[in-house]
């Protein structure tokens, strides 16, 4: 069964009875499952975690859509965290039996039918983006909901979808497809942060390492020790046993060895799979040979 | 969701029309899958695989007694597979959110009502077994049906349920928990078949290797290598990468390379995963860390 994961951001974190409404017009969708939300008052911003197929989740987008529009008006919004819409961020991953293509063409559907039903300019991301320039989450949003009539009258910032100008109340919507995250840490047998920081340099994209790390160096004081701290943007394309390796391999260049390594939150059973199948040398084989898979097929 | 495996092999291979209803009786259970079922005629025997929770299993097998004990008759049973019973095995293996001690406590409760309700002699085996000469399948079943009646009059061979001498159609039956089997082949980069039998007489178990181990030394003709073919038998306590990395070591000891291993049928996903977390040092690591099997538990 084709699965993807939806986790729309909303610009509310502070009025209880409003995310409660939210979460329930998510709910009422047949076929979406709500897995978890999380809101934060600080940052005055709500986190949905919804997984279902491509027809549902749209349905439960523009559910979300109807029901937060009425509640959410950016022009009296104040929070720590930046946004440029009421629904500020709707990426969709793919998990199961899907395509980031699929994800794509979706994230381009749902985009048109807020634009076109809500009046809402619609800017695509990430793997959806229609131009290098907007793949960046953070390049679209800078200048938030205050900046955006002035950012908007640019040529290069005319949205994807919908009105050239910001929706009054609503503001603008970022939609798009990525890969899912993976939060990955590895602690080095060392207190010498110098080193964590020369490995996180060596490794990342952004000084010239792999091309879907991000890392940093950091200590772990109440232990003594320091570690690389990751985010893996694409497992697929950046594997796991190929960033531990090539750690590893920078840290023995400092005489550290590799103390153990940490997933902080969820992880694709694939990345972890593809490991196993690395180091076992496994030709042949496919996902329908997991026995959990084959389980969760219908019955004969 | 807690899901267990049942795999009752039942001594009818040649009429499909028989097979049929079975297969009828097993799907007519709520709650059961029949995922897959597959008949022998030179066995004269079929195997069905089934999943479901404790007490739907224990239905389906009661339904399956049910419908195949007028239908059997080992009296006029032939075929070339050993076989003490018209329901010869009925193995109960633990796979998700499940323990091997509930997989023996359900043992134990269906071996007891199939016993009470058909007047059939139970014997329980591997895990479930009374007693380690009980442990091994082919021991309980050695003399087959036309031998059980003089096996029974021994005392060291009276059943664990049931009466003390064989059901005159259905014989006895065999039931009990056991892992499941991981079937594994590391291909060697030689053509010396000797090499190939050396390194699986040092990982078997029968001649002083790993504890969960079968292994023989085999010939990939068409491809002008050997293998190391194996059966992992509890890929908990004999884990895929230290079976891996054993094979690789003693092939080094004759300066050969692995080049490449094969894993036939199916493998659990925590046999893998566990593979990943080893070769990645990964600490403070559970199941529920997997992306999917968050995804499938029940909404928020």
């Known amino acids: 069964m084709p699965l993807i994961e939806c986790i729309p951001n909303v610009s509310e974190g502070r009025r209880a009875a409003v995310v409660a ?11 979406v499952r709500l897995l978890d939300h999380s809101s934060d008052a600080s ?35 104040e929070g720590e965290h930046p946004r440029v819409g009421a629904i500020d961020v709707v990426p969709f991953v793919p998990i199961e039996d899907v395509t980031m293509d699929d994800c794509i063409a979706l994230a381009r559907e749902v985009g048109s039918a807020v634009a ?53 109340s609503a503001g603008a919507s970022v939609v798009g497809a990525r890969m899912p995250l993976i939060a990955y840490n590895i602690n ?5 942060l110098d080193v964590a920081k020369k490995i996180a340099a060596a490794i990342r994209y952004s000084s010239g390492g792999l091309r879907y790390v991000k890392a940093m160096g950091v200590q ?59 180091h076992l040398q496994l030709e042949r084989f496919g996902p329908e040979q997991i026995l959990e898979n084959r389980l969760r097929r219908g019955p004969e």
């Open 43 to 77: 940052h005055n911003r709500s986190v949905f975690t919804l997984v279902g197929d491509a027809a549902s989740l749209k349905a439960a987008i523009l559910a979300l859509y109807d029901r937060a529009l009425p509640l959410i008006d950016l022009r009296t919004h």
């Open 21 to 31: 409404q939210l979460a329930d017009a998510l709910r009422a969708v047949p076929d």
């Open 188 to 192: 080095l047998a060392t207190d010498r």
């Open 220 to 278: 772990v004081t109440d232990r003594g020790i320091v570690q690389v701290s990751m985010n893996l943007t694409n497992y697929q394309k950046t594997p796991m046993f190929r960033v531990f390796d090539l750690v590893k391999r920078e840290a023995a260049r400092y005489g550290v060895a590799v103390l153990e390594s940490e997933i902080v939150g969820l992880v694709p059973a694939t990345a972890l799979i593809d490991t196993a199948a690395y």
């Open 116 to 168: 076109e039903r809500f009046e809402i300019p619609v800017f695509l991301y990430e793997e959806a983006a229609s131009s290098p320039g907007r793949r960046n989450l953070e390049d679209i949003r800078r200048g938030e909901f205050e900046g955006l009539q002035a950012k908007m009258a640019a040529p290069e910032w005319q949205p994807d979808f919908g009105p050239a100008a910001p929706h009054p």
